[in-house]
Structure formats: structure tokens, C-alpha cells
């Protein structure tokens, strides 16, 4: 039996599968290379010292689903396909709906008809819009999403929500994400975004590394310790465990739709994550205090109780080491 990982070449895919190959699970991989390269693939090989079946292709092409469900005997799915830069989301609403909703349509449909009922979605905390306070838990209130990534997740969290109603023989994980970050220790397979970062830390790493001239601190008169941004920055190989432990959760016998949290329940803010990166990397961050980019919030860090509870899940890593090991992959990375 095979756990089918789509976007399994991407960032937070390919730490995923490594974690899976770790425990002796058979994998198929689907991605379209629309945010990743190839080179993934080998280096997810290198690391665990395992093979796999591939396929390259989009789940906007149903033929090629079928053909991947009539050629393996898939037991469950891991979704990651999608796409993720906020700012981009705003100015292309269209392709990320395309990209995150109506694929996902085709991903059910097909597994309905080969009655694969196990899936593992990966969402994002971004359908908590701004949280009336912090920690957030499960039971927060969605919505009032800031921009067309989160109203994507927000879809696709009422559509299998529906689709559990209607047949709750499913057993669905749905996994919300706070900020993920860092690398695998190896520097094989990191985040390596597309073009300028949109994220903190990658565009911290360019900078290091020299090919950025200094960081944009966007806004220093938020509520917060020292008014710049906080987030729950969880390591992503922590974040790549919590997939283990959710489909572990989902091969007991106990059916059901369920939604996790994956935070670390810390936040730290942005000039904390940079005294943390120049202290733990012994390098100066060039950065300047600039206007606050629009729809950003000023506080969103996990209350990770429930999946500590009912997954068995803690992270391990601290700041330290996503600063680390963030840093180490990029000095290795070249593109
Ligand atoms: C973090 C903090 C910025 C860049 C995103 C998306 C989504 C989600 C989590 C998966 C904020 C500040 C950033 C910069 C800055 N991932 N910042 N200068 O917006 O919290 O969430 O990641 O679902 O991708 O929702 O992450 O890294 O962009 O920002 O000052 O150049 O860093 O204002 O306070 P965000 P981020």
C-alpha cells in the first residue's frame, strides 16, 4: 500500500516524504515543478537512501490522477500541491483559485472512485484572519481571510468538511501550518523560493548570503514586545513529523474529520528571529524599519495543546536551530 504525496517536491512536500521514507512507507510523488526543481527528488533520495515512484504533472489533469490511482495501490494522500505566497495571492486571485481549490475537486473525485478515503490537507493559520487574541486554538473562529491564499484554504476546509458530512466514512486530518521554517540538517533540501522571497527567513538567508541588499522590517508599531511583527515559527522537519503522527492518527480505527494546529505555542518577533540568526550565525543582518505591508497582523502563535493530546505531536526544535539550519542550507544551495 502507498501514501500518494502531491507537491512532494516542494518545501514543505519533500521534508514530508523524507520523514515518511524514514518510517518505511512506500510513496508515490506527484508535482509539477511549478515551485521546485528536480534536483529535490535526488537529494530526497540521497538523504534516506530510498527510491520511490514519481510522477510530473498537475492534479488539474484528471487523466494523469487515474492513471497514478490504476497504477499504484494508494492507501492514503498527503495534499501539499498548492501555491503560497500571500502578496502574490493578491495579485493573482484567479490562478491561485484555479491552482488550490479546483484541483483539489479532481484529487477527491478520483479517490472516491477508487475508494481511497484517507487524506491529510494542508492548510494554513491564515483562515484565522486576525485573531481577536492569542494563543489560537482549533476552536478559534475562521475567516475574514486578508487575502486570496488563506480564502483558498478557507475553501478547501469547507469543501472537505461538506464532503465528510455527506460520507463520514472519510477520514480526513486537516493541518493548520503557523510559520514554517528552517531546513533539513543535511543542507540537501531547504526553501529555495522562486525569484525575490516573500517570506522572513528566505529572504534573511539572501541576505547573509549577500544576494539581497538588506531586509524591509515591514513596521515597527504593532502591538507587540517591541512593535515588529510575531509568529509561531515551527522548524519544518517538526512540521514534517506532524504529517506522520496525523496519518498514524488516521490509520487507527477510529474514523473522523479532525483539525490540528502545527505551531511550536511561542512567538517571536521579527528583530527577535534577527538577533537570533546573527547570534546563532555570527552575521550581521543589514535591515531598515519600513511601512507595514498590507494585511499583515500583529500577533499569530499556536496553542498547541490538542495536537499534543490527540497526535502525540511536540516540536523539538527552537529557534536556534531553524536559524541554523535555515542558514545552513542556503550557504549549500546553488541555483
Ligand atoms: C512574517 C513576519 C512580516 C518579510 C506567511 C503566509 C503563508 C503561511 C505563513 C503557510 C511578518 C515580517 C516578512 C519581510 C518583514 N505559510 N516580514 N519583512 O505573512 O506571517 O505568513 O507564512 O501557510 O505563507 O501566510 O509570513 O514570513 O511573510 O512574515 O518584516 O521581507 O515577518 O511583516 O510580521 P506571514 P512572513
Same mark, same amino acid.
Given at each position: 500500500?502507498?501514501?500518494?504525496?502531491?507537491?512532494?517536491?516542494?518545501?514543505?512536500?519533500?521534508?514530508?516524504?523524507?520523514?515518511?521514507?524514514?518510517?518505511?512507507?512506500?510513496?508515490?510523488?506527484?508535482?509539477?515543478?511549478?515551485?521546485?526543481?528536480?534536483?529535490?527528488?535526488?537529494?530526497?533520495?540521497?538523504?534516506? $537512501?530510498?527510491?520511490?515512484?514519481?510522477?510530473?504533472?498537475?492534479?488539474?489533469?484528471?487523466?494523469?490522477?487515474?492513471?497514478i490511482f490504476n497504477e499504484n495501490e494508494i492507501e492514503a494522500v498527503i495534499d501539499f500541491a498548492a501555491f503560497k505566497a500571500v502578496g502574490?495571492?493578491?495579485?493573482?486571485?484567479?490562478?491561485?483559485?484555479?491552482?488550490?481549490?479546483?484541483?483539489?475537486?479532481?484529487?477527491?473525485?478520483?479517490?472516491?472512485?477508487?475508494?481511497? %478515503?484517507?487524506?491529510?490537507?494542508?492548510?494554513?493559520?491564515?483562515?484565522?484572519?486576525?485573531?481577536?487574541?492569542?494563543?489560537?486554538?482549533?476552536?478559534?473562529?475562521?475567516?475574514?481571510?486578508? $487575502?486570496?491564499?488563506?480564502?483558498?484554504?478557507?475553501?478547501?476546509?469547507?469543501?472537505?468538511?461538506?464532503?465528510?458530512?455527506?460520507?463520514?466514512?472519510?477520514?480526513?486530518?486537516?493541518?493548520?501550518?503557523?510559520?514554517?521554517?528552517?531546513?533539513?540538517?543535511?543542507?540537501?533540501?531547504?526553501?529555495?523560493?522562486?525569484?525575490?522571497?516573500?517570506?522572513?527567513?528566505?529572504?534573511?538567508?539572501? +541576505?547573509?548570503?549577500?544576494?539581497?541588499?538588506?531586509?524591509?522590517?515591514?513596521?515597527?508599531?504593532?502591538?507587540?514586545?517591541?512593535?515588529?511583527? +510575531?509568529?509561531?515559527?515551527?522548524?519544518?522537519?517538526?512540521?514534517?513529523?506532524?504529517?506522520?503522527?496525523?496519518?498514524?492518527?488516521?490509520?487507527?480505527?477510529?474514523?473522523?474529520?479532525?483539525?490540528? $494546529?502545527?505551531?511550536?505555542?511561542?512567538?517571536?518577533?521579527?528583530?527577535?528571529l534577527i538577533e537570533t540568526f546573527e547570534r546563532v550565525n555570527n552575521i550581521r543582518i543589514n535591515y531598515e524599519i519600513t511601512d507595514r505591508?498590507?494585511?499583515?497582523?500583529?500577533?499569530?502563535?499556536?496553542?498547541?495543546?490538542?495536537?499534543?493530546?490527540?497526535?502525540?505531536?511536540?516540536?523539538?526544535?527552537?529557534?536556534?536551530?531553524?536559524?541554523?539550519?535555515?542558514?545552513?542550507?542556503? %550557504?549549500?544551495?546553488?541555483?
Open positions: 500500500m502507498k501514501i500518494l504525496v502531491t507537491g512532494g517536491a516542494g518545501y514543505i512536500g519533500s521534508h514530508t516524504c523524507v520523514e515518511l521514507l524514514n518510517n518505511d512507507y512506500e510513496l508515490v510523488i506527484l508535482d509539477n515543478f511549478s515551485n521546485s526543481s528536480k534536483d529535490v527528488l535526488d537529494n530526497i533520495k540521497k538523504i534516506t $537512501n530510498k527510491d520511490f515512484t514519481f510522477y510530473e504533472g498537475d492534479m488539474i489533469d484528471k487523466n494523469l490522477l487515474q492513471t502574490e495571492s493578491v495579485s493573482k486571485p484567479v490562478a491561485y483559485y484555479q491552482n488550490n481549490v479546483s484541483t483539489i475537486l479532481n484529487l477527491l473525485t478520483i479517490m472516491q472512485e477508487h475508494n481511497v %478515503k484517507k487524506l491529510v490537507f494542508s492548510s494554513s493559520a491564515t483562515v484565522y484572519g486576525n485573531p481577536a487574541s492569542v494563543p489560537i486554538t482549533e476552536d478559534f473562529p475562521i475567516g475574514n481571510t486578508t $487575502n486570496p491564499y488563506g480564502t483558498s484554504k478557507l475553501m478547501v476546509e469547507q469543501i472537505l468538511k461538506d464532503l465528510y458530512n455527506s460520507d463520514n466514512s472519510w477520514d480526513i486530518a486537516i493541518l493548520r501550518y503557523f510559520n514554517p521554517v528552517g531546513a533539513h540538517e543535511s543542507g540537501l533540501i531547504g526553501e529555495a523560493p522562486i525569484g525575490k522571497p516573500n517570506n522572513l527567513m528566505p529572504f534573511i538567508t539572501k +541576505v547573509a548570503k549577500g544576494e539581497l541588499p538588506k531586509l524591509m522590517v515591514f513596521g515597527n508599531d504593532y502591538n507587540t514586545v517591541d512593535g515588529t511583527g +510575531v509568529r509561531d515559527y515551527i522548524h519544518v522537519v517538526d512540521l514534517a513529523i506532524g504529517h506522520i503522527k496525523a496519518l498514524e492518527k488516521l490509520n487507527k480505527e477510529n474514523k473522523g474529520l479532525f483539525i490540528y $494546529n502545527l505551531g511550536t505555542g511561542t512567538g517571536y518577533s521579527v528583530l527577535q505591508r498590507p494585511g499583515d497582523i500583529d500577533s499569530c502563535y499556536s496553542d498547541p495543546t490538542k495536537s499534543k493530546n490527540e497526535l502525540n505531536f511536540q516540536t523539538k526544535k527552537s529557534l536556534d536551530d531553524m536559524c541554523k539550519d535555515a542558514w545552513n542550507f542556503e %550557504k549549500n544551495y546553488h541555483k
